[in-house]
């Protein structure tokens, strides 16, 4: 089977010229060999420019080179611009399979004998098709209520057929790193491991369905987006059941402007929806492309995002969240200066680079694009711009930044199609500097000591018997009397401002227990305090 798929594989990469894309004093005696002896599977379609070749090379190949193809077009980073933009146009359509054999795994899944014990429809014809899953529509009756659903049912055996072809592909991402000079830089295997990754998540509906929750969770009651309900006791690892939504496809714009929807709103609540969930939530959809979006037919005139399809989500950590914000925020006011302080600071670049050198490269990279209008400038391209620019000083992005950037340059096309003269800039740029104030700020620290309270109440307790201890230690002869007096204001301030703060949180907590036992420690520490500086 192996050797099979090999030979396909091989002979549709020379088919489409694919081989000329290694130079000749790169390719070992053995391939010289197989495409001289293959002389008529040479390329077939010189006419055609690279990136088209590339494309219908993995348009032919299957569903799991289709799925591996979108995703190098999301990275800008690795790719020449034009080759970017054929892999983006790949469609991950393909035939459905049979409805009866779906009916049988839904069954199985659910271990019941027929499907109508759940389900009182359930439609043969699917709703789509894609490389991984169908989706059927269904009528689930809860109750006395009948809910429109919809179930997403993995294809079978598509576990095997996924496995084989990444072997495959670790193969020729091995082969590429050893014979392309860039193979440090492009990091095949690395790229190949991260799709493969994101290839078997997809396979775990449990997985989606969990994403589809905590979104949901988020948005509770937001105008903004909407996500689907999911039947979560319905679901399984390759059954997933979800409410069904009625949304016009946000790439319909035709449709959405014949109800009179306010595409300029429509177009900045993409931009606040995806900087709130980066930023605020930690937590964003991945995979927000026109196929997964729709926009609710309810109140065109305040429209509302409904985002399905939740299989990808990326995260961000609470230091990678501020530094990108500060970034962000440095580069609307063209402080490249900061922008290179900030990678060195943050550890994505060695911490022995030259900032200087690095803010220079950054301002020849940025100054042409920032002689353009706002509103005409890429956000997401200013991303790949300093990605590319940082990758020349060692900088190895990681793999949240790079979800990072695919959903900024989907999310910005996105409303760049919706309204065209969408100033994303403008947009973005309030919201991140108040979060940025709202990180470091004095709310911000209460908000920290407050979250921080029950450990300190857990330890509480160790307290008395710590200080008694240090209360009986003799005074460390290297340090003198006068260093200890001048130490006292010190001191003395330290413990009134502790006693001060852990009463008031204290009094907060309305915890007349909690309240004595820190009022005591504190009062413990100033006396402590005293003494050591007496």
């Not at 059954?239 to 319909?252: A, F, H, K, Q, T």
């Not at 990808?312 to 302080?341: M, P, S």
């Amino acid at each position: 089977m192996s050797l099979l798929r090999l030979h396909q594989i091989t002979k549709t990469f020379l088919n489409y010229g694919l081989d000329e894309l290694l130079p000749d004093s790169k390719k070992p005696w053995y391939g010289k060999l197989v495409r001289s002896s293959l002389f008529w599977m040479r390329n077939q379609h010189k006419d055609k420019p690279t990136g088209a070749r590339l494309r219908l090379a993995l348009q032919s190949l299957g569903p799991v080179w289709i799925k591996f193809g979108q995703m190098l077009s999301t990275r800008r980073d690795l790719l020449p611009h034009e080759v970017a933009l054929e892999l983006a146009l790949l469609q991950d359509k393909v035939p459905p399979f049979d409805s009866e054999q779906a009916q049988t795994l839904i069954e199985k899944a659910l271990e019941i004998d027929n499907i109508h014990q759940y389900f009182i429809e359930f439609e043969q014809t699917p709703l789509a098709s894609a490389s991984i899953a169908q989706v059927h529509a269904a009528k689930l009756q809860i109750a006395d209520e009948i809910k429109d659903v919809v179930i997403k049912v993995i294809r079978p055996d598509i576990e095997k057929q996924i496995l084989a072809d990444l072997s495959l592909m670790e193969r020729f991402a091995k082969l590429v790193a050893n014979l392309f000079n860039e193979g440090k830089r492009l990091r095949p295997v690395e790229v190949v491991r991260e799709y493969r990754k994101t290839l078997l998540d997809e396979l775990d509906l449990m997985r989606e369905a969990a994403n589809a929750i905590q979104l949901r969770r988020n948005f509770e009651g937001s105008d903004s987006l909407y996500i689907p309900e999911v039947y979560s006791d319905l679901s399984r690892k390759n059954v997933l059941v979800m409410e069904r939504i009625y949304g016009i496809p946000v790439s319909d714009t035709d449709a959405l402007l014949e109800q009179g929807t306010n595409m300029k709103l429509l177009a900045e609540r993409g931009v606040e929806v995806f900087f709130t969930q980066v930023f605020r939530d930690s937590f964003f959809h991945a995979d927000m492309h026109p196929g997964n979006i729709f926009v609710s037919r309810e109140n065109p005139h305040n429209p509302q995002y409904i985002g399905i399809d939740c299989g990808i989500v990326g995260t961000l950590n609470r230091e990678d969240k501020r530094y990108l914000a500060e970034n962000f925020i440095a580069f609307f006011n063209r402080d490249y200066r900061q922008v290179a302080q900030l990678h060195v600071d943050s550890g994505w670049v060695p911490a022995d680079t030259c900032v200087e050198e690095f803010e220079f490269a950054i301002r020849t990279v940025c100054e042409p694009i920032f002689n353009k209008p706002l509103a005409e400038i890429s956000f997401g391209h200013v991303l790949v711009n300093l990605f590319n620019t940082a990758r020349r000083f060692n900088m190895e992005v990681q793999p949240q930044l790079v979800l990072l950037q695919k959903t900024l340059l989907y999310v910005e096309g996105l409303g760049r199609q919706l309204y065209p003269q969408l100033d994303l800039w403008k947009t973005a740029k309030p919201f991140l500097e108040q979060w940025v104030q709202d990180q470091v700020g004095p709310i911000a620290v209460a908000k920290k000591l407050y979250a921080n309270l029950p450990f300190w109440a857990e330890k509480m307790p160790e307290l008395p018997d710590l200080i008694y201890q240090s209360l009986k230690r003799p005074v460390p002869h290297t340090v003198t009397q006068q260093q200890y007096n001048s130490a006292k204001p010190i001191l003395l301030g330290i413990a009134a401002s502790t006693f001060a703060l852990l009463a008031g949180l204290c009094f907060v907590e309305e915890k007349a227990v909690a309240s004595g036992l820190f009022a005591f420690t504190s009062i413990v520490s100033f006396l402590f305090a005293w003494r050591k500086t007496g």
